[in-house]
Nanobody
Framework: VQLQASGGGLVQAGDSLRLSCTASAHRFSILRMGWFRQAPGKEREFVATIPPITWSGTIDYADSVNGRFIISRDDATNTVYLQMNNLKPEDTAVYYC??????????????????WGQGTLVTVSS
């Protein structure tokens, strides 16, 4: 599985931005997709995850973005999105999309995901 993320850029606080991640996978629909981010000098952190549509699994968000970010997927185009609203300077980071497979309670942990995109930089100025 190859993942290609895009959509990052420089925005001002309060602005919105939508990230996209397209996967080259024959069975994208069975993958759990996630977004992580890594700010300079910090560890990679969980942002959001979305299960396969056919699962009754949970869409989940980090507390820091809950209510501002929305993760969604389009299985027809093998794409997962991250709509980021009301951006804050502390959202500045390189954002990575990731793909994982199988049921797990550890989908907030980066080790669950076996495939990663190259990252796209989001910079939020105050």
């Amino acid at each position: 599985v190859q993942l290609q993320a895009s959509g990052g850029g420089l925005v001002q606080a309060g602005d919105s931005l939508r990230l996209s991640c397209t996967a080259s996978a024959h069975r994208f629909s069975i993958l759990r997709m996630g977004w992580f981010r890594q700010a300079p000098g910090k560890e990679r952190e969980f942002v959001a995850t979305i299960p396969p549509i056919t699962w009754s699994g949970t869409i989940d968000y980090a507390d820091s973005v809950n209510g501002r970010f929305i993760i969604s997927r389009d299985d027809a185009t093998n794409t997962v999105y991250l709509q980021m609203n009301n951006l804050k300077p502390e959202d500045t980071a390189v954002y990575y999309c990731a793909a994982g497979m199988g049921a797990s309670t550890s989908y907030r942990h980066y080790r669950y995901y076996g495939h990663w995109g190259q990252g796209t930089l989001v910079t939020v100025s105050s």
